[in-house]
DNA sequence: CTTAACTCGTATATTCCCGTACGAGATAAA
DNA sequence: TTTATCTCGTACGGGAATATACGAGTTAAG
């Protein structure tokens, strides 16, 4: 149901087009105008090519962060996500923490290239799934229930958007990385002990 | 020693300047790639008005980010930052935090159009500022230590910066924004009582 | 009042990027 | 082999934004 629409496509073309998504999903995230020229370089074909699957910068955008999100969502779908909600929050950013990441630095890429009603519907149902998980944690008193839930979502956001951008800079590396955006976004979610 | 140039300038001269540096302020932490004309317009002036005080666009990014980091340093100046480090960062937090949120958001209107050299020049004595004032609740043993002070610095910066972002967005009212950011940063920073 | 500084519009050059048109050559599929 | 698809270069047009050039009108400062 993706993108069975074939009158028939060749197989390179399905070829160019996964590495032309893939160079977007990178290129976009590192750097929100990544120019076209960019991504098709990335993606090692020419402009042109580029131009022959997607007609416009939307379409690709759009491309680019359906794929991210439709990651995500099979990485979800994967993850335990019942049981003790703090567990399972460990569980699900250990395995999709740059997923997610990526995720919202693509959002911030498709504000004012997409409608935001797309871009809104495009990236509800994964919220949605954190935002129950954190939601489920707040009833069973394991998350903080001081703050507005959006609030707390967008934070895990921007942890994990800027623990992949000091990454980046070298500031963190691929080893500490995890284990740090981890403990941040525990320590923001988890319920204090003793709060009057 | 700031602007002392002087090969006299006139007063309303002065006055536009002021008005520009200020538009540009609000306009790039808004919108990080504002146009000249918005900014123009925002001051109340024209766009060739603008072009007389400044010669190029990263003239004006480089004044925009100074005018809001000298704010920022003569807040801190104001802020007492000794006793407990805790109290001094709720102090700090309360009297600038919309301060730091602009100037991260400068800082990211910044890249790209300043040399990072530059750029790391101007910010470096600000986060210094805030750098010495984690350290130190770190030895006291009020702050965390499990994690890079680099990257705490960074989560701060993230944290006020996306307070202000769900400001604009409506996600956070002008009431319970500054509470919301400080209750956060405080729970990314203190340190956890019962740490194995 | 006189001067120099300032304001600011119009016009223009330049640059960058998007998107289209055209077409020749390469290649997968039948 | 035949055919439709795909690749991709060159070239062009349009739009937006930066920046310069010129100049006429306005205003602060001596």
Redesign the pocket.
């Known amino acids: 149901m993706v993108s069975q629409t074939r009158?028939?496509?060749?197989?390179?073309?399905?070829?160019?087009?996964a590495r032309i998504v893939a160079a977007a999903r990178t290129c976009l995230s590192e750097h929100p105008?990544?120019?076209?020229?960019?991504?098709?370089a990335e993606a090692?074909?020419?402009?042109?090519?580029?131009?022959?699957?997607?007609?416009?910068?939307?379409?690709?955008v759009e491309a680019a962060l359906s794929a991210a999100l439709e990651a995500g969502e099979a990485t979800l779908a994967t993850v335990d996500l019942s049981g003790d909600p703090g567990a399972a929050l460990d569980r699900l950013l250990a395995s999709s923490w740059s997923l997610v990441a990526e995720s919202a630095a693509l959002l911030e890429a498709a504000q004012g290239?997409l409608p935001s009603g797309r871009l809104r519907e495009l990236h509800a149902e994964p919220a949605k799934r954190v935002e129950d998980l954190l939601r489920r944690g707040q009833r069973d008193g394991v998350f903080r229930s001081d703050l507005p839930l959006p609030w707390l979502v967008s934070v895990v956001q921007y942890v994990l958007h800027g623990a992949a951008e000091q990454l980046r800079a070298g500031n963190l590396t691929e080893e500490n990385v995890a284990e740090v955006a981890v403990a941040t976004v525990r320590s923001v979610l988890d319920q204090p002990p003793a709060e009057s």
């Open positions: 009158p028939r496509r060749r197989a390179d073309a399905e070829r160019s087009i105008d990544a120019t076209i020229e960019a991504i098709a090692g074909v020419g402009r042109m090519t580029l131009y022959g699957h997607f007609k416009t910068r939307a379409d690709l290239v």
